[in-house]
């Protein structure tokens, strides 16, 4: 009977930690509409960028992995690259531990635009530091939805991490 009582509260702390990694961003205009429609049958937003600014880390110089792709190939492939395994190689400029049973962290290589220039990484490996350059090799999966607004339309699961 004690099992209930702490999963409950345990849960709820691993979903306010994950705030800090993906919360969905609500609407600008959405509280002035009133013709709205309710949070519930509003679209989900996408996954939103890491508070870090580019320009704290370096990613000057980042080659591609061999055999890999760039975090813009991976976005701008997805369809085909969905379910495989795949290397690419970036610097490190977010890292969450722990949460869901996994280490979560965010890659960036200099490719791409707003949305196509951050790769979200989940792995059960011990997480790089932020600025680190790594080669990380996971599956590509798509459009996953981890509920309370924590949603990403591309996400390498299961990496496995190499500091360079």
């Known amino acids: 009977m004690l099992k209930p009582k702490i999963a409950t509260p345990l849960a709820l702390a691993v979903l306010v930690a994950l705030a800090g990694c993906a919360k969905k961003e609500p609407a600008a205009d959405a509280a002035k509409a009133p013709e709205a429609a309710p ?16 320009s704290a880390v370096d990613l000057t110089g980042i080659a591609k992995a061999e055999g890999g792709k760039t975090i813009e ?13 795949v290397p690419v190689r970036g610097k490190v400029v977010k890292v969450n531990p722990g949460i869901m049973g996994k280490n979560w962290l965010h890659v960036r290589d200099g490719s791409g635009a707003d949305g196509t220039n951050d790769l ?21 999966a798509l459009d996953q939805d981890f509920g309370m607004g924590y949603q990403y339309a591309v996400i390498l699961q299961d990496a496995e991490i190499k500091v360079e």
């Open 73 to 85: 190939e991976i976005f701008n492939e997805k369809a085909a690259l969905a379910g495989t395994k």
């Open 120 to 140: 979200t990484v989940t792995t059960m490996a011990e997480l790089p530091k932020i600025g680190d350059t790594v080669l990380v090799t996971g599956t590509v």
């Open 39 to 54: 949070a519930a049958a509003q679209p989900a937003q996408p996954h939103p960028m890491p508070s870090l600014e580019k």
